[in-house]
């Protein structure tokens, strides 16, 4: 009996176009869930799917602006009413640089309305079907969750709701046999970070990528393979004691540096 299966389980993950998303998918379809992809960039999501299916797994890739309540809700309901869901992802996410002076209005709204409705109105459109027999909900927050970085205003206040709407799902939903649970990232070598580095520091990538690197204390990112293993562990049964915890998984960042 293979352990960490996902067998006969329907996952939905928003976000599995690119970086840490896509890695979830691909992992959970290997361990044998049908995976509904929501991602705004549907070209990525369909490649997505088409690696999932070409190792014989099922996927489907849906366009989605989780910011749309009204979308969000016709999507989970096209999913549901052909079966069931057992485990929603919350992945999708925008970042913003800057200090509180350096965010415009217009910044936080836009913050906002990913990072945090866009994981409210995922949960909300999931729970009538995983209230139907429980299931796992499984948050991405950030180490940005919990310290304080360095001109990261926006992120971080948009981070930290993640946190405690994990801890508040969790409390109100365990009686319907809903475990809920986050990770908390430190940084991780995606397509993001490559061209957030092309872009503001042109002709320095590597010295920056170098730099960037070493600040987790473990000397390197994290891969996106390491953050969809966690995923699938605190996703399958075997962690079906576990619910209402944040795992950092950062390199140390959290708890070594500045000691």
Do not use: W
């Not at 970086?19 to 369909?46: C, P, R, Y």
């Not at 499984?138 to 801890?167: C, D, E, H, P, Q």
């Not at 393979?225 to 962690?239: G, K, P, R």
């Amino acid at each position: 009996m293979t352990k960490f299966s996902l067998k006969n389980k329907v996952a939905l993950v928003t976000g599995g176009g690119s970086g840490i998303g896509k890695a979830i998918s691909l992992t959970f379809a290997k361990q044998g869930a049908k995976v509904h992809i929501l991602d705004f960039n549907l070209e990525a999501a369909q490649e997505t799917v088409a690696e999932i299916e070409a190792f014989g797994e099922a996927a489907e890739a849906h366009k989605c602006d989780i910011a749309n309540q009204t979308n969000v809700n016709s999507i989970v309901a096209s999913i549901t009413n052909n079966g069931s869901i057992d485990i929603l992802i919350n992945n999708a996410g925008i970042a913003h640089i800057g200090n509180i002076e350096a965010v415009e209005e217009a910044d936080l709204d836009r913050l906002y309305n990913v990072n945090i409705k866009g994981v409210y109105n995922c949960i909300k459109a999931c729970l009538p079907a995983l209230k139907t027999k429980g299931g796992v909900i499984l948050n991405l927050a950030s180490i940005a969750s919990s310290v304080g970085i360095n001109n990261r205003f926006a992120y971080s206040m948009t981070k930290g709701a993640v946190l405690t709407i994990t801890y508040s799902i969790a409390k109100d939903y365990i009686a319907d046999g809903i475990r809920c649970n986050c990770i908390s990232p430190g940084r991780v070598h995606t397509p993001f970070v490559d061209g957030f580095i092309k872009q503001n520091y042109p002709g320095q990538e590597e010295e920056m990528f170098e730099k960037l690197s070493k600040t987790q204390p473990i000397g390197r990112m994290g891969k996106p393979q390491e953050m969809a293993d966690l995923a699938l562990y605190l996703c399958s049964d075997e962690a079906g004691f576990i619910t209402g915890s944040n795992y950092a998984i950062d390199g140390g960042f959290v708890t070594l540096n500045g000691n």
